[in-house]
């Protein structure tokens, strides 16, 4: 799975797109696992930008849920941002809201994961 990792200062953006269920789940895991690797203190910022998911399963979550625990173990920042209206429904049922930080736009991501990758953006 292509989660087109775009780099903003410390900050990587990742966007997931289309539906992440039983057929392509341990995909998106192998491609999370190195941007996961590399958030911690001092190091990357991730922020998953979920703009163009339109759907992900229980196993997708279960994905999400082992990626929280790595970042908090890491002590890093993995925030959420872009859920459409069905995604948002997801994490509300599952209460995944409890767990992420959860913005509306990348931009609000950014600029509470890190004031140079709000800048960088601005420059692109």
Known sequence: MDLSPKRFADTVVVAPAGRIDQSNVA??????APVLAACAPGKD??????ARLEFISSAGLRI???????TK?????????????????????????MIFDIV???RDALAKASPAALAELDKA
Do not use: K, N
Not at 45 to 50: T, W
Not at 76 to 90: F, T
């Open 27 to 32: 995909a998106f895991g192998a491609a999370l």
């Open 73 to 97: 173990a890491q002590q890093g920042c993995l925030i959420v941002s872009g859920l459409s209206p069905l995604v948002q429904e997801i994490f509300q049922i599952s209460r995944f809201t």
């Open 64 to 70: 999400l849920m082992l990626a929280a625990r790595q």
């Open 104 to 106: 509306p736009t990348l």
């Open 45 to 50: 910022r991730v922020i998953l930008d979920c």
